[in-house]
């Protein structure tokens, strides 16, 4: 799924973040309001094993619980308040349950996985394949291994890299080198480029080794050209209203 003019992907990061507490059933429903073809959302274990979206390893910032997400069991962190933090009228939000976010209308999915180990994988597929969603998930995350034994267990699932941005001493030849270069070998299917980095180059050459190009984290319009004028794939933004905005009336030159 793709905006028809453009072919670019829009992808809410963790929903409409800009405009409602992120990683929620709200922010999520607000950005497929907006027009976004796909959410991104972050998954954890609970102590007890349960599948939840949460952007942080802790608590404190997004609710109005303390400590490890990992150490928490599911009961009490489903009794947390998960929208107050953003303003008073999100107040009773809830941690969303990956089977909740799964059952969001017919979008693309982005899951960064936060967890270890194989049962955790395991819970992942599980919750995709009931879902039946296996076909519109791509599966990201910054633990490669974990990706990669999560491609072994499921070989026609479509797993993400995160290119690092660019070093303020690194050219821009050099680091477009530098991206394809791990990106060859990696394993990836999707490579995501930072949206202040990407260039026209570099999709270009991602393009070749058969990838798909990802513009990451747009913050702004600025961000949001970049990505649409170096011709990238897919976009992520929590600014999805202006995204979907600049997407449709075509692409910008910079």
Not at 26 to 31: E, I, L, M, S, V
Not at 100 to 118: A, I, N, R
Not at 228 to 245: E, K, P
């Amino acid at each position: 799924m793709c905006d028809s003019m453009t072919g670019v992907m829009i992808v809410a990061h963790r929903g409409a973040s800009e405009v409602c507490p992120e990683n929620t059933l709200t922010a999520f429903r607000r950005a497929i309001e907006f027009g976004a073809d796909g959410i991104e959302f972050d998954v954890q274990a609970t102590g007890d094993g349960r599948l939840i979206v949460i952007h942080d390893l802790s608590l404190e910032r997004t609710t109005n619980g303390h400590g490890p997400v990992f150490a928490a069991e599911f009961d009490k962190v489903r009794a947390l308040d998960a929208g107050s933090w953003f303003g008073a009228e999100h107040a009773g939000e809830r941690v969303p349950m990956l089977s909740e976010v799964l059952s969001l209308g017919d979008v693309e999915f982005e899951l960064e996985l936060k967890g270890y180990g194989e049962a955790f994988i395991d819970g992942i597929l599980d919750e995709v394949r009931r879902a039946g969603v296996l076909g519109r998930v791509e599966f990201t995350g910054s633990n490669i291994a974990l990706l990669l034994l999560l491609k072994r267990k499921e070989p026609s699932a479509v797993i993400g890299m995160f290119s690092t941005q660019q070093p303020m001493w690194m050219t821009d030849e050099v680091f477009e080198r530098h991206v394809a270069g791990v990106a060859e070998t990696s394993g990836a299917d999707v490579v995501h480029v930072h949206a202040r980095c990407i260039t026209p180059r570099i999709t270009e050459r991602l393009h070749q080794l058969g990838k798909v190009v990802h513009g990451n984290d747009a913050a702004n319009e600025a961000d949001v050209h970049r990505v649409l004028a170096a011709g990238a794939d897919r976009l992520s933004t929590g600014d999805v209203a202006l995204a979907a905005n600049l997407v449709r009336t075509g692409r910008p030159r910079i």
